[in-house]
């Protein structure tokens, strides 16, 4: 009786037990469920198809590019990247979700060569195809020769040879040297001998390569030409002009004609009294006028000379004699 009483106590006691471990689990299998949501089928829909594809023939190279929406670029593993040269696409290329590129090296000229894009999300799932590009890629024109630049008022001008008749050319700027992007300066294709570059960098170093190419859709562009190198020290203003200088009781005014150079400085101005071999800095200015408070007592002679980046211009002169 007492081994049945006590066997009867125990299995009172391992209930509450059970029955603890029992809600303890279940509470966990709704918290994990809520964690989750509802199931979706999201992850199986099309994903948006590559809005439009762009090809550039450049060098030994036709480069395919294309834009997504960032937005969705992590619901996909990548693109698919397809050619075609006869009958039917092949695909050549699977391209990372965070790129938009593919280079293709293994074509020949004259040949007829199409190509689309096709967006493949983390289920596989594959999207529309994206535009079709034809290409058909030509012998490229030389490098263009004999470049030379002049520094005018407001810009830097390129010329060079031309590359026969009927090509074009883009024009590419750096403050790298042979590193440059893929757009060039120009918005459309310059067919003519020259080029004017109004975004001046006076203060450093750039550089500029120019390619000859055919204004084709797809740019036949050629290899770069020899680099051209402009630095500081070929801007140099020319001299101020229409130096006028009038004294007063206490003091000297000196006023001239302001330079068209748009990327001048300002302006140094020297004196030099009676008995001095030699002009003396006095002062700098950003506008052409300058006011001399040192009294003078007998005849003295100015010269103003342009600020460049890194020379000075030649100078413009004038005197004044105490009467």
């Known amino acids: 009786m007492d081994n049945l009483n006590h066997r009867g106590h125990k299995e009172k006691r391992s209930f509450p037990l059970l029955t603890f471990y029992f809600l303890l689990l279940t509470f966990f299998f709704l918290v994990s469920c809520g964690k989750k949501g509802p199931p979706t089928l999201k992850a199986y829909e099309k994903p948006e198809k590559p809005p439009g594809i762009t090809a550039i023939h450049r060098e030994e190279r036709i480069i395919l590019s294309w834009s997504y929406p960032d937005n969705l670029r992590n619901t996909l593993k990548g693109f698919q990247v397809l050619r075609s040269e006869s009958d039917g696409f092949e695909r050549v290329a699977f391209i990372k979700n965070d790129q938009s590129l593919f280079i293709d090296t293994t074509f020949k000229l004259n040949v007829t060569y199409q190509y689309k ?88 170093i750039v550089y500029y390569t120019i390619r000859a190419l055919l204004n084709t859709m797809i740019r036949d562009e050629g290899y770069a030409s020899t680099e051209v190198e402009v630095n500081p020290s070929h801007f140099i203003p020319s001299a101020p002009s229409d130096l006028r200088v009038v004294k007063g009781d206490d003091k000297v005014y000196l006023l001239w004609k302001e330079n068209t150079e748009t990327w001048v400085k300002g302006y140094r101005i020297y004196r030099k009294k009676d008995g001095q071999t030699e002009f003396t800095p006095i002062g700098e200015v950003t506008t052409p006028t300058f006011t001399d408070t040192e009294k003078i007592n007998k005849k003295a002679w100015y010269m103003i000379k342009a600020l460049g980046p890194s020379r000075e211009s030649d100078a413009v002169t004038g005197e004044i004699s105490e009467k």
């Open 117 to 204: 894009v096709i967006a493949q999300n983390l289920k596989d799932v594959l999207s529309a195809d994206s535009n079709i590009i034809t290409v058909i890629p030509k012998a490229l024109p030389s490098p263009p020769e004999n470049i030379r630049f002049t520094i005018t008022s407001d810009s830097i001008k390129l010329h060079w040879s031309s590359s026969g008749e009927g090509i074009c050319y883009n024009i590419y700027k750096t403050t790298e040297k042979n590193k440059y992007a893929d757009t060039p300066l120009n918005r459309e294709p310059v067919c003519m001998i020259s080029f004017r570059d109004t975004f001046l960098l006076p203060d450093r």
